[in-house]
């Protein structure tokens, strides 16, 4: 498109005609609701600021309290015995430094407010949650039993990633330039092979679990779209549950 055609959009630019055809999707829409059903909020987008906060404070927690980190971060060998670790450990940093907590919480303020707006604050956060323990899953999946197992996991960028998914299929369910998010997504995965000390595994994880529910809530049926707001984490995260299980049974950890 020529420059004087583009439109800047959430990621990225669009055309005059992207933004016309969104506009008249947002036209036929139930009132109240996004054209992919979110809920319309007003404000600020306030869970991806309240998770921007949790991760700060937590980060100033792992600075100034002894132990806070070893406490909820994530390793595949303790997992089986404490749980929530898969979780936790994406609210935590490494404290070594200010750029990993810094990249991260830019990247979650690049696309959250978009997918927050776009498919309401549940999904939203629904889908971020998910794949922040996706990010956990698939390093204990990809570890070494023998090798692997007690390397340490900590940060935000498995469900980071899992907004990068969401947000390319929501892009082109809603005919937007998904090219930017791509070029991101490209750049961030040769980052992860090639800067040692990155935990590529949690990024893989993150990012197909993103995808498939972004891709579950984009696409479903007007009709179906409350139910898939249920189903489809609900199989999601049976998934994860039972390759979790699977593995942990299988090295005689359950």
């Known amino acids: 498109m020529c420059p004087d055609c583009q439109r800047q959009a959430a990621v990225g630019v669009q055309c005059v005609d992207c933004v016309n055809q969104a506009a008249r999707s947002t036209a036929t829409s139930p009132a109240g609701r996004t054209p992919l059903g979110g809920r319309r909020q007003t404000g600020p987008p306030v869970v991806t600021i309240g998770i921007i906060a949790v991760c700060v404070v937590s980060f100033v927690l792992q600075l100034a309290v002894p132990g806070w980190t070893r406490q909820w971060l994530f390793a595949p060998v303790i997992g089986a015995d404490e749980p929530w670790r898969f979780l936790t450990a994406a609210f935590l940093h490494s404290p070594g430094g200010y750029l990993h907590i810094i990249a991260n919480m830019i990247a979650l303020w690049m696309v959250g407010p978009f997918l927050e707006t776009a498919l309401g604050r549940a999904r939203y ?9 996706a990010g956990s899953v698939s390093c204990l999946l990809l570890a070494e039993p023998l090798g692997t197992w007690g390397v340490a996991v900590v940060g935000a960028s498995g469900a ?14 809603l005919q937007g330039n998904a090219a930017g998010i791509l070029g991101v997504i490209v750049l961030n995965v040769v980052i992860g092979f090639v800067v040692p000390g990155i935990a590529w595994q949690a990024h893989l994880g993150g990012l197909v679990v993103g995808a498939l529910l972004g891709a579950a809530y ?10 898939t707001a249920w189903l489809a984490p609900a199989l999601v995260g049976g998934a994860m549950l039972l390759a979790t299980v699977s593995v942990y049974a299988t090295y005689g950890f359950l």
């Open 218 to 227: 984009a696409y479903a049926p007007p009709a179906r779209r409350a139910v």
């Open 160 to 173: 980071v990633f899992g907004l990068f998914g969401a947000v390319l299929v929501v892009l082109r369910r």
């Open 125 to 133: 956060l629904t889908l971020y949650l998910l794949s922040a323990v």
